[in-house]
């Protein structure tokens, strides 16, 4: 994969992309067989919508795969040179990792995105699905590899684990002298299985316990919008708002209206957010520490800044944190205070993602340090090599 | 650390020059009680070598100390910035990983080395040093933190894990709530420990088993010095090279020079290479696969590129290559073909180094792929985070 061109590349995608769409009666009758197996093992409502495909969704995997090919390549650019005393000429060059290993759930659409990432990059894509959607992966990695080996590229640089079982995914976790990455998308007894087990290098992608603090200088009109916007635009995902700090000089103001903008979320509060809103349930300490996914939604009133930077650090995952504020000495503090892969001023917390933030594509939202941190687009699948280049020069 | 500025960080690394050298008393009594220790323990010439002190490596602790505080700090550096076409504003700023865990052997230097590079690049630093050690590191750490509170900063951003058993090293590795990157610095049983036990996530400083390949078009003069400058400049560090790849055309004139100007090297070739010269020892696949550390050097004789991209693959550890070539196409193939953290043409592999290569210090140097590659400097010790700004933006 190192030794292809960057017109390969985005030709393999743009083939991948015809050949999902060719395959369509063969990858809907396998998904038709995941279905049944799934409906007939009680796999549950939710699982079930995330494992079926329709025409619909197989068309916006193909405009996905398009989508990428059309995004600039990472690969060769240059990201520092420098002559030294000596005259050797030292530059620093994006490179693939290699082979990127994703462990995912039993969502047929993740085989062609992290595949259609992969391949743009130049890495070879090692996928392990759930046991619920072989059929489909089966059937879309096939697809795949059509359009690789149209353009010219191996087949085996976007492949499939066949065996599904826990131990193989185990093993997978430990293959070192294959896998140069281990990406995994799925929950916390996915996660707490990596930590457990992996050998090979984890990007994780975890919980999102976002907050929203709205300052005794906020605007409040505007805060109320950031709020029911970051609460209730998407509140399964990662992004949403699952707590609301409030400085205690804007907190009865805000209480009062949420109840009207809202009134679909159930709100959790602290003792002193209660006495402003006494029809509101009490939060307990987990209540606090939870990514809700849903219309739920904890609220805690603080002293000042630091009140809320406190409790963010105590109760944050480190994934996205804002403030609301026409004070710019305040939201300067929280912007360089608040320990998280992204800080946010006056905007709400559902623009933390590669779309909205112009990377062209997304892997998925790193919540750790290492590497990358927040939304990942293609360099993420990048590291950096040194190109040294002389006349013979040695170390004196 | 985060909230400490650029001045305060390098007025500490000053202080804690300072306050080294005013505690070298104590702190070479701590040592001479080590080695004391490690002479009855029968610890070993060269582990004691390490692990010794005195005025003039202590000055050079300090010294260090003082070069990292005249570096400059990484810390809101500005990756990107961007204004979406909704008016939110974009950047993407340099901050620091937060706590750094570090597990070394029994070299003292290495305390004040990592805890300078820590505190410049506002990151704390969780040390633990080898059992043989500890006396020493006390001392040091208590130096240290002297200057620390000194520049106002709290002494525990460098702390000693104070019970080096093997059971507290393997729950340092386990602190997932409190350390944000482990590094480890030491030898092969180590990194196993490291793979088989940390959840923290993991900077691997490897092996090098680097490759010098002399091609067909080589300037055979140039050839020489390169070879002779890789292996025996130092020969017991891992950009040294271990194994010499050479174009079968001139494979009869560069082995003939080869015990001319490097007597003290012992040679272990291939059938091809102990053809042109009788006295050389027969290399095994396992010498092949071998970072000697020292005056012992395998030869093997390819074909053409392909062959020397071949033998790299499969024996290379993904550290420092050079090939040595007039040919620009040759070189470039090379270049952009082997898959290593540094790839060189025409130049020694010694300069494989973050002084060398202008980093002005040097953390250790990656043989992963992942966050770092090569040699790592401050930017090592760093995540980028994505900071937004707007006026009231929601996601529709």
Redesign the interface.
């Known amino acids: 994969m ?2 292809t061109t960057d017109g390969q590349r985005a030709a393999a995608c743009r083939a991948m992309a015809q050949h999902l769409r060719s395959a369509s009666t063969a990858i809907l009758a396998a998904n038709a067989a995941d279905l049944d197996a799934g409906t007939a093992a009680d796999l549950g409502a939710t699982a079930l919508d995330r494992l079926r495909l329709d025409e619909a969704r197989l068309e916006s995997m193909a405009a996905g795969l398009e989508l990428v090919a059309s995004l600039p390549d990472p690969i060769g650019d240059l990201v520092s040179k ?1 002559v ?1 005393p000596n005259g ?1 000429r ?1 530059a620093r060059v994006r ?1 693939p ?2 082979v990127v290993g994703v462990i995912y759930e039993n969502r047929p659409n993740v085989t062609s995105d992290v595949a259609g990432l992969c391949i743009r990059s130049a890495n070879a894509a090692y996928l392990r699905g759930s046991a619920s959607a072989l059929q489909s992966n089966l059937a879309v990695v096939a697809a795949l590899q059509a359009g690789l080996v149209e353009a010219g590229l191996p087949p085996a640089a976007v492949s499939l684990v066949k065996d599904p079982s826990h131990e193989v995914a185990i093993e997978f976790m430990k293959m ?1 002298e294959v896998l ?2 281990l990406v995994p998308r799925g929950g916390p007894s996915l996660i707490a299985s990596m ?2 087990h992996a ?1 090979v ?3 994780l992608d975890g919980d999102g316990n976002c907050h929203v603090y709205v300052d005794r200088a906020a ?1 409040l009109e ?1 805060a109320i ?2 709020i ?2 970051s609460k209730t ?1 998407r509140p399964g995902v990662c992004n949403a708002m699952e707590s609301l700090l409030l400085h205690r000089d804007v907190a009865p103001s805000v209480l009062e209206r949420l109840a009207e903008v809202m009134p679909e979320v159930e709100l959790r509060g602290d003792d002193t957010a209660r006495r402003f809103s006494d029809q509101m349930l009490a939060a307990s300490d987990e209540d606090f520490a939870t990514e809700f996914l849903g219309l739920i939604c904890s609220v805690a009133v603080v002293e000042d800044l630091d009140g809320a930077l406190n409790h963010i650090a105590r109760y944050g995952t480190g994934h996205s944190e804002a403030i609301v504020t026409e004070d710019a000495r305040t ?1 300067e503090r929280f ?3 608040v ?10 917390t ?3 993602d590669g779309f ?3 990377l062209g594509a997304e892997v998925g939202i790193s919540t ?4 990358a ?3 990942m687009g293609l360099e993420a699948l990048t ?13 004196s």
Chains 1, 2 share one sequence.
Do not use: C, Y
């Not at 750790?368 to 590497?371: F, I, S, T, V």
């Open positions: 190192a030794r420098d030294r050797l030292v490179a990792l290699g070192r140069d990455v930590l457990e050998t290098p984890v990007i605007d505007m919008e950031i029911v916007n635009h939201a912007l360089n205070e320990d998280a892969a992204a800080v946010l001023h006056n905007a709400s559902r623009f933390v909205e933030l112009g750790q340090k290492l590497h941190r927040g939304p590291s950096v090599r040194w190109v040294i280049q002389g006349e013979g020069q040695t170390r």
